[in-house]
């Protein structure tokens, strides 16, 4: 079993920057991949970018593509999502994601990101 706990949402205007985090406990080791979603008003359920455990390209949606950038922390059960030249339309509550090796996915509790015009 893993755990993900998200921290970082919260309000900004457009154009400015705010900065996700999500920390994985329990079985780590398992892990093949770590990302963000989010649902926006729309209820579209949509990948904003995600990270290999170990190695390999990052990947991004072409929505946020060049305004967001994912990484990992030392510890290695940390990811961060940085972003920048935020607008309206990133709106979303941002869901936290892994899967595991056996394709198992796990979610976090979900943080509200709101952008104001």
């Known amino acids: 079993q893993v755990q993900l706990v998200e921290s970082g949402g919260g309000l900004v205007q457009a154009g400015g920057s705010l900065r996700l985090s999500c920390t994985a406990s329990g079985d780590i080791f398992s892990l093949k991949s770590m990302g963000w979603y989010r649902q926006g008003s729309g209820n579209q359920h949509e990948l904003v970018a995600s990270?290999?455990?170990?190695?390999?390209?990052?990947n991004y949606a072409d929505s946020v593509k060049v305004r967001v950038t994912i990484s990992r922390e030392q510890a290695q059960n940390t990811i961060d999502l940085q972003m920048n030249s935020l607008r309206p339309g990133d709106t979303a509550v941002y869901y936290c994601?892994?899967?595991?090796?056996?394709?198992?996915?796990?979610w976090g509790q979900g943080t509200q990101v709101t952008v104001s015009s």
């Open positions: 990270i290999p455990s170990s190695g390999g390209s990052t």
């Open positions: 994601h892994a899967m595991s090796h056996s394709h198992f996915t796990y």
